[in-house]
């Protein structure tokens, strides 16, 4: 039985495209019109040739048929190409409606997404938008014709007409069950069997030098056939099914249809049917086969379809981050405290971080180092709320953090990756991106300048508007992350967070190093790096180990030539003057 509520939603979300459906509709309802007269010229062609014997009725009904064809091959063109159109439009739109459900999950859901999680995604969207619109207008299409049909063997034979309403039913019933039947998915003894063969196949490959060393290939490929024998045997019992139930349906059927011709002559022997109506009736009666036979292996597909559609919905379905703050900041100082933050994952029984207790001024440089990237990415994560933590407070500016609108945060907050993706294919929408695409070209060239960036970008073809592939080919990495950089400026927020930037020596690295240093000025940054970066101000070096803060240190009190260029193990080993 098909569940119409996955269906249901579909179509609803396909009836804002109803500028095309209204045509497809319509010609779907020309097509079936084509086919319900179809019968009724065949009549008079008989009629024309075995009755009247008149030519120009013979000619002027096969012209007429030639011009049913035409208006219905036009009519089945535009209906494929309106159904096909609203169904890229549906994909275009449930893709979008994907990605915006993807980047507004909990952080936590993306450890249970992968490429096969989002391969199924795009896969089950081009299944349903192509596969399961189009049956859904080959089922509107057939369940039209066949009303016509009907209505056209009421109009040329009542009793006949009766009859065959009678035995339709039956005969889609015996079509589904057929269908039902030869196409059974495998039962429950063959899934067990083949859930066995696996482990046991799989348990033979994790000791394979046993069984290698000590000679036993033979005997396991042996036990492995005796373990799959049961599929075998129950494949075999579903053929013997189907070899039985699709000869049975097919004669029950054919049956069926040599009663109706049978009904049909005994009229024609009684003078009640004359040949052309006969030959209209037979027309009539094949032109139903197909359509009754397509729709009812259509009504199985759709149901098999349900499942897809179920998943995607559950998919879109899922609730999404949630702004639980309400206090309003439209722009912040920069202070940030740490009051006893611990965090650790729900399968993790030793914390990330442990009891981080921290205190950064407004405008402070701060380098932290020594970290893991589960604590790196833990804190980054709990400041800008993607995490809540286990216990402890975060305030800024004096105020939890867990109370301020995450626009408001988000809107005093950048942060600059080590490795830099281009968001945009434009050199300008790399820069002016997101909530700063209202940004005119003077500040985008301003915010470039200051970030040195403009010192390549004037040598590209279009300048600013010059299209960048999507590896970065036309850029390097330090000119990747000079743009990042000017996105920043851009921005101009007062909290920044640079993750693992690094200066090396090499070409653009004095340009880099500059744009850093323009970058950092009155504002409160956090530096993260194994590599203590050479700027001119670093107010303090964290050392996080374990989870926790081993070393405070601050860099005006360590000695000036060991201040930038020591590792941070080296750093950790000085004393604190």
Not at 139 to 149: S, V
Not at 197 to 206: G, M, T, V
Request: proline fraction near 4%; charge should be neutral.
């Amino acid at each position: 039985m098909l569940h119409h509520k996955p269906h249901i939603r579909l179509l609803g979300r396909i009836i804002p495209y109803r500028k095309l459906l209204l045509p497809a509709l319509f010609a779907l309802l020309i097509m079936a019109l084509a086919m319900a007269l179809l019968p009724i010229l065949i009549q008079q062609m008989l009629d024309s040739s075995f009755i009247q014997k008149n030519q120009a009725s013979l000619q002027m009904a096969s012209l007429a048929m030639i011009a049913l064809f035409i208006v219905r091959g036009i009519a089945h063109s535009i209906s494929i190409y309106a159904v096909e159109k609203a169904g890229s439009q549906l994909g275009v739109d449930l893709r979008a409606d994907v990605f915006t459900k993807l980047l507004a999950l909990p952080i936590s859901d993306y450890r249970h997404l992968n490429k096969n999680t989002i391969d199924t995604l795009m896969a089950d969207i081009n299944q349903i938008t192509h596969i399961t619109t189009r049956n859904i207008a080959i089922l509107i299409q057939d369940t039209l014709t066949i009303i016509g049909l009907i209505i056209c063997i009421l109009y040329l034979n009542q009793e006949f007409s009766f009859l065959l309403l009678l035995v339709s039913p039956l005969i889609v019933l015996i079509i589904q069950m057929t269908h039902s039947y030869s196409n059974k998915p495998n039962n429950q003894e063959i899934l067990l069997a083949s859930s066995n063969l696996i482990q046991r196949l799989l348990q033979s490959l994790q000791h394979y030098r046993e069984i290698r060393l000590d000679g036993g290939q033979t005997h396991e490929s042996q036990r492995l056939g005796k373990i799959a024998e049961p599929i075998h045997h129950a494949e075999m019992q579903q053929a013997m099914i189907r070899a039985a139930i699709v000869p049975s349906s097919q004669l029950i059927t054919a049956l069926i249809w040599v009663a109706i011709i049978y009904f049909m002559m005994q009229q024609a022997f009684n003078n009640t049917l004359g040949l052309d109506e006969a030959g209209a009736l037979i027309s009539a009666v094949l032109l139903l086969i197909i359509p009754i036979q397509r729709i009812t292996s259509i009504l199985a597909q759709l149901q098999q379809d349900q499942t897809i559609i179920e998943a995607l919905f559950s998919f879109l379905d899922q609730a999404h981050e949630e702004d639980t703050g309400t206090q309003s900041m439209q722009h912040i100082c920069g202070k940030l405290v740490f009051e006893q933050i611990c965090f650790c994952h729900d399968t993790q029984t030793k914390p990330i971080l442990d009891h981080i207790n921290l205190t950064i001024k407004p405008s402070e440089t701060i380098v932290f180092t020594h970290y893991t990237d589960n604590e790196k990415n833990a804190l980054i994560d709990l400041i800008l709320r993607l995490r809540q933590p286990t216990s402890g407070n975060i305030l800024l500016d004096d105020y939890p953090l867990a109370e301020i609108k995450l626009n408001d945060l988000y809107a005093n907050i950048a942060i600059v990756p080590g490795d830099c993706v281009l968001l945009d294919e434009k050199v300008a929408g790399n820069i002016a991106y997101g909530g700063m695409r209202c940004a005119n070209e003077a500040k985008i060239t301003r915010a470039a300048q200051a970030s040195h960036a403009m010192e390549f970008i004037r040598n590209m073809p279009e300048g600013l508007q010059t299209k960048i592939d999507k590896e970065g080919g036309k850029i390097s990495k330090a000119q990747s992350q000079q743009i990042a950089i000017a996105r920043a400026l851009l921005k101009n927020p007062p909290l920044l967070i640079l993750d693992e930037l690094s200066v090396a020596n090499g070409p653009g690295s004095d340009s880099l190093l500059s744009a850093l240093e323009k970058l950092v000025q009155n504002r409160t940054t956090l530096i993260f790096t194994q590599h203590i970066p050479p700027l001119k101000k670093i107010d303090r070096i964290i050392v996080l180990e374990n989870g926790c803060i081993t070393e405070n240190l601050k860099t005006s009190d360590t000695p000036s030539n060991m201040r930038f260029f020591q590792s941070p193990s080296e750093t950790k080993n000085k004393p604190v003057n």
